[in-house]
Structures are given as structure tokens and as C-alpha cells.
């Protein structure tokens, strides 16, 4: 009986209308980023140093919440694979419920590279994002359609590329391919999401379009 519905991806207004909904009724909104804040700067910046991560370290960061649902195992997993790889770095930033799980992963796969640091503080986001050269999303098979993720605009606002370990046809697949903001691998596949890391190294040029492409 709404006059109008508001949705924040066409993933959603496509599912209301298959259910019958009047089109006419459901407008995408979708959500906003202050472009002002999140805004590309150096890479070389204070987040680097701080962290003693060297300026020609290829960087892949993974930054937000550490529920189940993300699936960060694959994440951590495609770490282990790149542990011998020289001159990369995987960072996962975050607080969840289901971060002891993954140090847990990490001590069983006894990894000695991958970093675990904490939420930094809101003003230094813009640095943090802009410090990687690559940032993950990922998702279990299990999502699908409408999971819209809130970082995805943070990504893109930073120019940087993304590597999206989602379902295909997923709403945040969908998304990241068609508006060729980054990569695209199957969820819970860490030696497919290591590969692709290692292909965004090889490939610079496009890794950075990628980034380009986002924050346009």
C-alpha cells in the first residue's frame, strides 16, 4: 500500500518487481559517499609507515567487517598461497565476531607475512584505502541478488581497483564487472583469488584503469 519504494541497488527493485510490484513504484536510490573525505591521495602515505609496509610493496587490503557471512577464510587462505611470493603484502583490517577464527587459520597455515591490524580511526581512511593497490570484497557462494556492500562505494571513492571474490551473478559481481571497477573470481576459491592478485601485479596499467573507473 506504499505510494513508493526505495531501494539502494537494481538488484532489489528487480526482485520487489518479480514479485509484483509495480514497476513504477520502486525508484533505485542509490546510497552516497562524501567524495570530499574519501578522495585519492599518495600511496606512499602515513599508513605505510606506520606499518613499516615499503613503498614498492604491491599491497592488498581488505578493510571492514569480520562476520561469517564475508567469508574472509578465502582471504586468508589465498595469503598462504602468496606467502613465498616476493613483494606482496595482504592486510586484513577489521573487528568481528569472527576474526579469532581467522588468526586461527593463520597460525594453522603457520603464516608469517599476512598482517591482522585493528579499525583505525575514521580520519585516517582516506590514507589507509589509498595506502593499497588492490581491495578485496568477499562474499560465500550462498550470497546472492541483492547484498549490496556499503564498502564498495569507499573502494571506488579511493580509486583504487577492487578484487571482488563473489558469485558471479551476485549483485556486487554484477556491479563490479559491468562498471569494470576491478576483477571478479569465484567466492571460496583462495587459489583463484591468489592468481588474480598476481595477475593485477603483472598488470599494472589495468589495475590502475580499474581504479580510474571506480572513482569516476
Not at 578465502?74 to 606467502?83: N, R
Amino acid at each position: 500500500k506504499a505510494s513508493g519504494i526505495g531501494v539502494i541497488c537494481e538488484g532489489m527493485r528487480q526482485n520487489l518487481v518479480a514479485k509484483g510490484v509495480p514497476s513504477e513504484k520502486v525508484v533505485v536510490l542509490p546510497d552516497y559517499i562524501d567524495l570530499s573525505f574519501i578522495r585519492p591521495v599518495p600511496a606512499n602515505n602515513s599508513f605505510r609507515s606506520r606499518f613499516r609496509i615499503a613503498p614498492q610493496e604491491f599491497l592488498v587490503m581488505y578493510s571492514g567487517s569480520v562476520a561469517g557471512k564475508q567469508g574472509l577464510e578465502t582471504f586468508v587462505e589465498a595469503g598462504a598461497a602468496l606467502e613465498q611470493a616476493e613483494g606482496i603484502t595482504c592486510c586484513l583490517i577489521g573487528e568481528g565476531p569472527y576474526l579469532p577464527e581467522l588468526h586461527e587459520a593463520a597460525r594453522e597455515l603457520s603464516m608469517q607475512r599476512f598482517l591482522f591490524l585493528p579499525l583505525q580511526p575514521r580520519e585516517s581512511l582516506p590514507e589507509q584505502l589509498c595506502a593499497a593497490d588492490v581491495l578485496v570484497i568477499t562474499q560465500r557462494k550462498a550470497v546472492r541478488d541483492m547484498v549490496f556492500p556499503g564498502k564498495l562505494l569507499y573502494y571506488m571513492a579511493s580509486s583504487r581497483a577492487i578484487l571482488a571474490a563473489v558469485s558471479e551473478d551476485s549483485e556486487t559481481g554484477r556491479f563490479v564487472r559491468e562498471n569494470e571497477v576491478g576483477m571478479v573470481v569465484p567466492p571460496e576459491e583462495p587459489n583463484r583469488l591468489a592468481d588474480a592478485i598476481l595477475w593485477m601485479r603483472a598488470h599494472p596499467e589495468r589495475t590502475h584503469e580499474f581504479g580510474q573507473n571506480g572513482r569516476r
